[in-house]
């Protein structure tokens, strides 16, 4: 990814997350351990920081879940999600496939990037998704929804769920255990970051 990419990046994951900028309340308000794979980095690659990453992560449009069944095969779908409080954030019907997975087991993965092999950054959340409630923060998430998607993304809140239409959706926190960044072009790297 160039420095003019990231500096875009970085300015539109300010916009898009201007109104919960400093108020995160979980571990990534501590720096996260870095470390550059040298056995998956070219030479001359060095770690991106966090705080650009946290930068993709806001910005990022669309983002692949990964949840396991009950019977322990993996189950895989595209969504939209809000970076606020330093985690990502989901919804999702009760009655579909990756809620169901997500009251048996609530550890996922969230991935978000580009499908070109040699170009831009690809991030790999790792993290238990932890349902959000509280009517007060899900208003201020549907807020960031909107603004990041547009009125198509538009909910009311009520009763601890997202409203659309006839419809109602659980909000889920994914605070990152690991992320991993794979820079792809000149240089390549693999970087981890531990919380």
């Known amino acids: 990814m160039t420095d003019r990419e990231m500096d875009i990046d970085r300015e539109t994951a300010r916009e898009t997350d201007k109104e919960t900028a400093g108020k995160t309340d979980n571990a990534t308000e501590k720096a996260p351990e870095t470390h550059l794979d040298a056995r998956y980095s070219d030479e001359s690659a060095t770690a991106i920081p966090w705080a650009d990453a946290e930068a993709l992560l806001a910005a990022a449009e669309l983002f692949w879940i990964s949840t396991v069944r009950p019977d322990g095969r993996p189950h895989v779908t595209p969504l939209p999600a809000v970076w606020a409080h330093g985690a990502l954030h989901f919804c999702t019907g009760p009655e579909e496939r990756k809620a169901k997975n997500l009251a048996h087991n609530p550890h996922v993965v969230l991935t978000t990037g580009t499908n070109i092999w040699d170009k831009g950054y690809d991030l790999v959340v790792e993290g238990e998704a932890v349902r959000v409630s509280d009517d007060a923060r899900l208003r201020e998430l549907a807020a960031a929804w909107e603004r990041k998607y547009g009125d ?36 390549f790297s693999q970087t981890r970051w531990r919380f």
Do not use: I, L, N, R
């Not at 009763?159 to 991993?180: C, N, Q, R, S």
């Open 152 to 187: 198509f993304w538009h909910f009311s809140v009520q009763d601890g769920y997202f409203v659309h239409g006839p419809g109602h959706a659980a909000v889920f926190a994914v605070a990152p255990g690991t992320v991993f960044g794979f820079g792809k072009g000149e240089p």
